[in-house]
């Protein structure tokens, strides 16, 4: 098992830009895939973002790639979500997951939440027009 704890979120005006950041507690940082979800209110939570065990690898929902940049720092237990060009679309909570792999699943980057097995508390993006 694993905490984190997401921050960076914020009120922003569309086409600014912001980066979230989610802490792992514990020395198996690097075992586990990492994601970012978002859920804004009234709607479904949204897979946003994956990036497998060592970074090499990542994976978008359609409508942030070319906006969004998923990245991590093992050696800090820490993963980042760069989002730049906002639009006011993207205002949601946002949250960081982590899926627990083995070697095998060195390139995996999961899409489902019910692939993660620990999430963190939520940061609050808001993007004004």
């Known amino acids: 098992q694993v905490q984190l704890v997401e921050s960076g979120g914020g009120l922003v005006q569309a086409g600014d830009s912001l980066r979230l950041s989610c802490a792992a507690s514990?020395?198996?940082?690097?075992?586990?895939?990492m994601g970012w979800f978002r859920q804004a209110p009234g709607k479904e939570r949204e897979f946003v973002a994956a990036?497998?065990?060592?970074?090499?690898?990542?994976a978008y929902v359609d409508s942030v790639k070319g906006r969004f940049a998923i990245s991590r720092d093992n050696a800090k237990n820490t993963v980042y979500l760069q989002m730049n060009s906002l639009k006011p679309e993207d205002t949601a909570t946002y949250y960081c997951?982590?899926?627990?792999?083995?070697?095998?699943?060195?390139?995996?980057?999961?899409?489902?939440?019910?692939?993660?097995?620990?999430w963190g508390q939520g940061t609050q993006v808001t993007v004004s027009s």
């Open positions: 990036i497998s065990r060592s970074g090499g690898d990542t």
């Open positions: 997951a982590a899926r627990r792999t083995n070697l095998y699943q060195s390139n995996y980057t999961p899409r489902m939440d019910d692939e993660y097995n620990d």
């Open positions: 514990g020395r198996t940082f690097s075992s586990y895939a």
